[in-house]
């Protein structure tokens, strides 16, 4: 928590706080304004409701406020609740293996259904690229077919 907290406390010191009512603050930066309510603990960004921490706009605000940042933490960041919630035994879990012997319980992939007409190649040829062909009256590898080859024909009898 106190690690997190130096973060956000140091994220908060390029702002500018302007008290707008009571325990209602306008925090500013170059180019944004953030609309800070210290009593309901809400920030126009929604991260403090989100992640129940102050965000830098708040902990700005606090500051501002000459408030006590750590009244507005929420006791679920201390490491006494941490304690409380491990202080019970958690019994282990038996028969594990048994449980999961049941196919229902997988998820399947769909069915897929093969689409109609022929499979496309794997390789796609691209735009400049084309197939070279063996003319038939030239017997050249190029562009071109019987039909338009511009080659001289070579007679020999």
Known sequence: MEKRL???LDRSRVFRVIASHENVYEVRNDKYSYLVDISTRTCSCVKWQINCFPCAHALAAIQGARLDVYDFIDPYFTAEYYRMC??????PLS???ASCSSTED???PP???RPAGRPKSKRIASAGEKKLI???RCNKMGHHNKKSCTE???MLL
């Open 106 to 108: 997988f998820i399947l």
């Open 111 to 113: 069915v897929t259904k």
């Open 152 to 154: 001289p024909l070579n």
């Open 134 to 136: 063996r003319c038939g």
């Open 86 to 91: 491990y202080s019970f035994p958690i019994a």
């Open 95 to 97: 028969n594990v293996d």
């Open 6 to 8: 130096k973060e956000q």
